[in-house]
């Protein structure tokens, strides 16, 4: 049996939480991921037989019964990550009852997975619907993103409209726009279920005054979502109270996305 330390799954976890830590996105034990793995990637690493303890999810995820991810504890900080993975991080089985979680590894302490596992498992559920080959999702807190839903109406169509008009490789990155959602409660299933019936439409979910939600196939592409939200919520924070002497126009984000074949929300622009 190979080292799970070693484990290039363990690997991407602590760089991109180090890395969003050092983003300033991630205070104290701000954001969640949760990434879905393979069995015989896992079974390189673990006795699959073994159980460390089983912990209560607290809703039904019967279509995902068997599959195993590697997700970050609650309460954990993503500084830490890095420095103690097995205590800050730890590897679940979904099992046959559907609503259980089978520890395989890690929450060395006694932790638990995040408080936002509805919302990971609800989205993943939707998105492997969608994508077979789906398998990250993430959940932070950017700087830039938060102080645009205080300040930016919480509606789909001129939130996405605002943020592919900051830059144009935005139409491009997320052609199917952006779902946002009204502040909430966060951490139960009522936030959870809200995010992945957005995650049917979308991958990249805003909360309204508190962060967002990326999925995609890996860790780069989520986090290229997120990265790319972000740095489009930063001009607009630097540019929406001065005078806006250029734009790109709705015509030219519809060159853009029909020069690189997208299929892209139409009714998103106003033409
Ligand atoms: P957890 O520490 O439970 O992951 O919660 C952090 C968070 O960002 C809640 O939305
Ligand atoms: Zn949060």
Partial sequence: MKDILTAPFVEDMKKVTANMYRQGWDERNGGNISYMLEEDQVAEYLDLTHVIRTIPTGFDATELIGKI?????TGKYFKNVEGDPETNLGIIR???DGTTAELLWG???GGRFTSELPAHLMSHMVRLRKDPNHRVVMHT?????LAMTHVHELDEKKFTHTIWEMCTECIVVFPDGIGVLPWMVCGNNEIGEATARKMEEYRLVVWGLHGIYGAGRDMDETFGLIETVEKAAQLYMLIAHLPHVN??????LKAVAEAFGLEYRKDFLNL
Avoid at 141 to 145: A, G, I, L, M, Q
Avoid at 247 to 252: A, F, L, N, Q, Y
């Fill in 69 to 73: 991810f590697i997700v970050t504890g």
């Fill in 94 to 96: 979904i099992a046959a």
């Fill in 107 to 109: 929450y060395k302490d």
């Fill in 141 to 145: 807190h950017p700087t830039n993103t």
């Fill in 247 to 252: 734009t790109i126009r709705d015509e030219e």
